[in-house]
C-alpha cells in the first residue's frame, strides 16, 4: 500500500499492436490516502464511441469510477482514493494528438493542471513511479 510522500502516475493512451497512440502521464505525489464506502454501479454509456467523449462524458465516468459493465456484479465496496499533488503533466492539445480522455488540453478532467494543484482519483487508476529529485 502506498503512503503519503510516494510517487503515483496516472497515465492514457498507448492502444495499438503496432502503431501505438502516443501515452499521455500527469505525474504526482500522494498527500493523503482514505477509504470511503462506494456502490459500484454499472458505468455510464453516453451512448457514442469513446472517441467522440465530451468532457462531461468523461466527468460522469470519473464520478461512477469504479463501475462495472455487468448488472450481476453491481455491489457494496470499499474505494480506496488519494489526493495528488501535481508535480509534472504531458497531456494532448488536438484530437489529432490523442483522444480527448481525462487528460486533455492541460487539464485532468475540468481540473487546470498546474505545479502544485490537488486532485483527488480512484487509487486503482495509478501506477508506482519513481518520484522526482
Keep these: 500500500m502506498p503512503v503519503a510522500g510516494d510517487c503515483a502516475l496516472f497515465r492514457e493512451g498507448g492502444e495499438g499492436a503496432i502503431l501505438k497512440t502516443p501515452t499521455y502521464w ?6 493523503d490516502i482514505y477509504r470511503r464506502p462506494h456502490r459500484m454501479e454499472l458505468c455510464p454509456n453516453p451512448g457514442k464511441p469513446r472517441a ?4 462531461a462524458d468523461w466527468r460522469r465516468l470519473a464520478d ?3 463501475c462495472v459493465r455487468d448488472p450481476a456484479q ?10 495528488l499533488r501535481v508535480d509534472s503533466w ?8 490523442g483522444h480527448g480522455g ?32
Excluded: N
Excluded at 500527469?26 to 498527500?31: D, G, R, Y
Excluded at 453491481?74 to 489526493?83: L, N, S
Excluded at 475540468?110 to 480512484?122: P, R, S
Design 64 to 66: 461512477a469510477w469504479p
Design 26 to 31: 500527469l505525474k504526482a505525489t500522494i498527500v
Design 90 to 97: 504531458d497531456t494532448p492539445w488536438s484530437r489529432q494528438h
Design 102 to 133: 481525462w487528460l486533455f488540453r492541460g487539464h485532468f478532467l475540468d481540473t487546470e493542471l498546474k505545479a502544485g494543484v490537488i486532485i483527488d482519483v480512484d487509487g486503482s487508476l495509478l501506477e508506482r513511479c519513481e518520484a522526482l529529485p
Design 52 to 55: 467522440r467523449y465530451d468532457r
Design 74 to 83: 453491481v455491489r457494496e465496496v470499499e474505494a480506496i482514493r488519494m489526493r
